[in-house]
């Protein structure tokens, strides 16, 4: 059993910054493939960006590529979302993700993974 728990989520303006971290409990980061995803009212829940249980793998939704960076930190046992030049257009509902294993084709899918955070709320005004 995995427990996650999202913070550092605000308001912010159009071309801030936040950094989101992702405590978990119950299992180890490095163990566990994890990604971000991100739900605007009235839309689907989207993928972010994930990260392979190494670290060396991290791919982004073209939408973020260049503005976001995860990272995993393995003493703290976190995952991060750091979230710089920030658009209207990311306000949405941020939640963290994890499982023992994903496969590639799913990898920013939010049916290919098991646990969920509650979520944190990110505004970001023009």
């Known amino acids: 059993q995995v427990q996650l728990v999202e913070s550092g989520g605000g308001s912010v303006q159009s071309g801030g910054s936040l950094r989101l971290s992702c405590a978990a409990s119950?299992?180890?980061?490095?163990?566990?493939?994890m990604g971000w995803f991100r739900q605007a009212p009235g839309k689907e829940r989207e993928g972010v960006a994930a990260?392979?249980?190494?670290?060396?793998?991290?791919p982004y939704a073209d939408s973020v590529k260049g503005r976001f960076t995860i990272s995993q930190d393995k003493a703290e046992n976190t995952l991060y979302l750091q979230m710089n030049s920030l658009k209207p257009e990311d306000t949405g509902m941020y939640y963290c993700a994890a499982d023992a294993w994903v496969p590639f084709s799913g990898i920013l899918r939010p049916d290919a993974y098991g646990y969920w955070g509650q979520g944190t709320q990110v505004t970001v005004s023009s």
């Open positions: 119950g299992s180890t980061v490095n163990t566990k493939y």
């Open positions: 990260i392979w249980p190494s670290g060396d793998r991290t």
